[in-house]
């Protein structure tokens, strides 16, 4: 056969239909609503959830009657934690597909999420009456039991689901988490190796097998059965963005990197991809690079507060105080704090501004909104307080110097005026606090959000003059680290945090230890969801952990029985209020509650508040015996209960003659 010539080769491929083929199909999968519910399908099934809506939308503006893409909808909002979207999208879809079992059991499933159990457990019954071994409906009874607590319950329905079909894997997959949930490690990894040897070539199954392994600590595992679950399904996202923490772990983040960037050169709307490629950047040694990358993460998703807690983290411990780049994260705070102020929210406003200034401490407008909010507070010398830092960092604008001298000349007669003490200045007597994160404990979306959030409640907590919150690592991986660590650094107690973070909600969990013995003294926990849950929880938690800690002080000044202690009204002390003075240097902590004591010799008189400042009081000085010991610098505790007089117990005095004619005494 002869070759075509150079012109006819060239005819040829000009008119050529495949071109036109191509561009046709092309067309059909923007188009055609079966293709692009079928892609959406399949980003569904790699967890590309954000993407799966979008293409089941697409479907359904092609052919607004098509009940697949809704039931997709329905299905991909609910694992999003959207359960009012998705109840919506599956009402339309039975409209059409009225008999779909399926759907009735999902309807179930967003119940128990909007916290309607009882209709949960009718629409999942109502499936059993007409398929007694309908899996999904059984599924999602035993999603109801965990619900409810009852844990042994659910497993026991997963393990009577393997009767009737031993390869389950929801069933299998499901038992894993709920064993290692009840601190049966041993019956998790037998049912992750079932579900292996059922499913081996099921990448979901791999990617399980590698976030258990994460959770043992067995990173090389893990990125054994990740880099199996990519070779299996080469675009499933989730399975790299897992691989990229386990290096992340493993201190390896240029290898974080390239696996994150990768994922990028196909999709680069993914918010948690950015997230995590910023931390990779900053444990790289490029916080710049990190930041950037956390900020495109916020440009796509603006309500991400871990996202934004994690780049101001960045900046404030690598960033000069003038950078430009805490300027205009502080601006954030600025804006919002103004808006909480417009609706009178202060508690909320002083926070935002304090974020502000912690992140441009020389600067005017955020310390000047900070001082502002105090005096609308009703704290006065906190405001002329930092009225002063400003005029000292060489702020002197004719307002800020008036209101220096207004204020200092309306002030004469406080407590600290009157007896010369600067209040803002004092070296009181703190509790100190040594805080850790417990990782293993930790439920994260985000990789690493723990972490960040244990970064921000240290940084919360200092904002408490009775608190010393001691610098650690943070991150520890049992108690038994937390205690020793906290040991060697010699402080009162140490806090023990773990963090539940799921698309709507956040929860933390603090437990309180007394350092000395180890004992468990207290548990604070606190969810909630909706806008600026982070924030709140954590507001939420640092007060509490404050508000927890017992009242303790110094008597600073006495004159015959007059005297002034550094406690005052900001949160402490209310007038009339008495107090108990002991002898310097003999109050100790409790050993069973968060509380301080003191034996009774040791508790020279009373004092009663009559005064009060806002770090300060000024009362009565009342002695205890007919000889005056009390002097300043003696201590200021809570009133102690009088312990009752206990009867003598004569005991068994035969008994006692026995014993002593026995041992020869």
């Known amino acids: 056969m002869k070759s075509l010539s150079p012109l006819i080769l060239a005819m040829f491929l000009v008119f050529s239909p495949l071109p036109v083929a191509r561009a046709q199909s092309g067309t059909e999968e923007l188009t055609d609503p079966k293709i692009l519910y079928q892609r959406g399908r399949v980003e569904q099934a790699r967890s590309n959830l954000l993407a799966a809506v979008e293409l089941y939308r697409a479907a359904l503006i092609a052919n607004p009657a098509y009940a697949e893409p809704l039931i997709g909808l329905a299905e991909s909002f609910f694992a999003l934690e959207e359960y009012e979207e998705a109840l919506g999208y599956l009402k339309q879809a039975q409209t059409y597909d009225r008999g779909n ?15 309607q159990p009882q209709r949960a457990r009718v629409l999942f019954e109502s499936v059993l009456d007409r398929e007694p071994n309908n899996l999904e409906a059984r599924f999602g009874l035993a999603e109801l039991d965990i619900a409810q607590g009852r844990t042994r319950n659910a497993s026991q329905r997963y393990i009577e689901t393997l009767k009737i079909r031993p390869e389950s894997q929801k069933a299998l997959l499901s038992l894993v988490l709920l064993s290692d949930a009840q601190g049966d490690r041993a019956a998790a990894q037998v049912y992750l190796e079932l579900a292996l040897k059922y499913h081996n070539y099921d990448p979901r199954v791999h990617y399980a097998a590698g976030r258990f392994s994460i959770e043992e600590g067995r990173l090389d595992r893990a990125e054994r059965y990740l880099l199996t679950a990519i070779a299996l399904d080469d675009r499933y996202t989730e399975a790299k963005r897992l691989l990229a923490q386990v290096y992340l772990l493993a201190e390896q983040p240029q290898r974080a990197i390239e696996i994150l960037r990768g994922i990028l050169e196909t999709d680069r709307d993914i918010p948690l991809v950015w997230y995590s490629l910023g931390l990779a950047y900053d444990r790289s040694g490029d916080p710049e690079q990190g930041i950037r990358s956390l900020a495109q993460a916020l440009r796509l998703r603006p309500d991400d507060e871990i996202s934004r807690i994690a780049l101001e983290n960045i900046a404030l411990n690598k960033l000069p105080i003038n950078d430009p780049i805490r300027e205009r994260y502080a601006d954030y705070h600025l804006e919002r704090g103004s808006l909480f102020r417009e609706r009178n929210l202060l508690a909320k406003a002083l926070m935002e501004y304090r974020r502000a200034l912690r992140l441009q401490p020389e600067a005017k407008e955020p310390r000047l909104l900070y001082a502002d909010i105090h005096r609308l507070m009703g704290y006065p010398e906190k405001y002329l307080r930092e009225l002063e830092v400003l005029r000292d960092l060489g702020y002197t604008d004719t307002v800020i110097l008036d209101d220096i001298e207004i204020i200092g000349s309306t002030r004469f007669d406080s407590v600290s005026s009157k007896w010369g003490i600067d209040q803002y200045g004092l070296d009181r007597k703190r509790f100190s606090i040594a805080l850790y994160h417990l990782r293993p404990a930790t439920r994260e979306l985000h990789p690493f959000a723990g972490e960040t959030a244990a970064e921000y409640l240290f940084d919360l907590l200092q904002r408490y003059p009775t608190l010393d919150v001691k610098a650690t690592n943070l991150q520890v991986e049992s108690y038994e680290s937390a205690f020793r660590g906290a040991r060697s650094l010699k402080s009162d107690y140490f806090l023990l945090m773990h963090i539940e973070e799921s698309e709507r909600s956040f929860t933390s969990v603090v437990e309180q230890y007394l350092t000395s013995t180890g004992k468990l003294l207290r548990t604070y926990r606190v969810f909630r969801t909706g806008n600026d849950r982070v924030q709140d929880n954590f507001n939420i938690l640092a007060g509490r952990v404050f508000e927890a800690m017992p009242v303790r002080g110094t008597l600073l000044a006495r004159q015959f029985d007059r005297g002034v202690i550094d406690l005052g009204g900001e949160g402490e002390l209310v007038q009339g209020q008495e ?75 035969g008994l006692l003659r026995r014993v002593l004619n026995y041992i020869g005494l």
Not at 101 to 115: D, K, P, Q, S, T
Not at 607 to 623: A, R
């Open 101 to 115: 079992l399926e759907l009735i059991v999902l309807e179930g499933r967003i119940a128990i999420a909007l916290n």
């Open 579 to 653: 107090l108990a003075i002991v002898r310097k240097g003999k109050v100790r902590l409790q050993n069973n509650e968060i509380g301080v004591t003191a034996e009774q010799q040791d508790i020279l008189g009373s004092f009663t508040v009559e005064i009060l400042d806002e770090l300060v009081s000024e009362g009565t000085v009342n002695k205890r015996s007919f000889f005056d010991l009390i002097n300043a610098g003696d201590e200021i505790i809570p009133l102690l209960q009088e312990p009752p007089e206990e009867p003598i117990d004569q005991g068994e005095q």
